[in-house]
């Protein structure tokens, strides 16, 4: 169902997320659980000890959906 006048207004309409990011006081805590409860998968390497990125999918059109958790408080 689409929401009215979505699409008229903003002359799109959204077919994926390509990122989600979180902000958290512990990335590693974060991302082990959600590895652990649904699977999410930890990519390749560390850009930094204060960013981890999972792999939700293979989004749209070969573009990943990722989880970014970013270090930092509300």
């Known amino acids: 169902m689409e929401k009215p006048g979505y699409t008229v207004r903003h002359g799109f309409r959204p077919r994926a997320l390509g990122e989600i990011a979180l902000r958290c006081r512990d990335p590693e805590g974060v991302a082990a659980f959600y590895e652990g409860a649904i699977g999410l998968e930890r990519m390749e390497g560390r850009h930094s000890p204060d960013i981890v990125f999972l792999r939700i999918g293979t989004g749209f059109g070969g ?9 930092g408080g509300a």
């Open 63 to 71: 573009h990943r959906a990722i989880l970014a958790l970013f270090r």
